[in-house]
């Protein structure tokens, strides 16, 4: 599987913005039916954050991010710009991708994972 990298992790304070990335090693992410933001906080499970179509006309959104996160897409890069971050969103996130065009809120229908990059918001 080609591989997923996800950039743009930092620490912040609360209400202050960041945007992470998702590259597939140089190549177009448009092979993906679905790709998705998972994040998981320390301590916890992974949860769905944000999912968005190939075609970067469908997202779904996990309700307590809504109003603040914005899933977007190119040829190249997955993004997730997130607005007025709290300390409750501090964690590993994480790029994943399933071959189906549904957007599940279900972490376990995805089946290709990056890394992670942290993102650390201090109160």
């Known amino acids: 599987q080609v591989q997923l990298i996800e950039a743009g992790g930092g620490l912040v304070q609360a209400g202050r913005s960041l945007r992470l990335s998702c590259a597939a090693s140089g190549r177009t992410v448009n092979t993906y039916p679905t790709m998705a933001w998972v994040r998981q906080a320390p301590g916890k499970e992974r949860e769905f954050v944000a999912a968005i179509s190939r075609t970067g006309v469908n997202s779904y959104y996990a309700d307590f991010v809504k109003g603040r996160f914005t899933i977007s897409k190119d040829d190249f890069t997955m993004n997730l710009q997130m607005d007025r971050l709290e300390p409750e969103d501090t964690g590993v996130y994480y790029c994943?991708?399933?071959?189906?065009?549904?957007?599940?809120?279900?972490?376990?229908?995805?089946?290709?994972w990056g890394q992670g990059t942290q993102v650390t918001v201090s109160s």
């Open positions: 994943a991708t399933r071959t189906s065009v549904t957007l599940s809120p279900n972490r376990y229908m995805y089946n290709n």
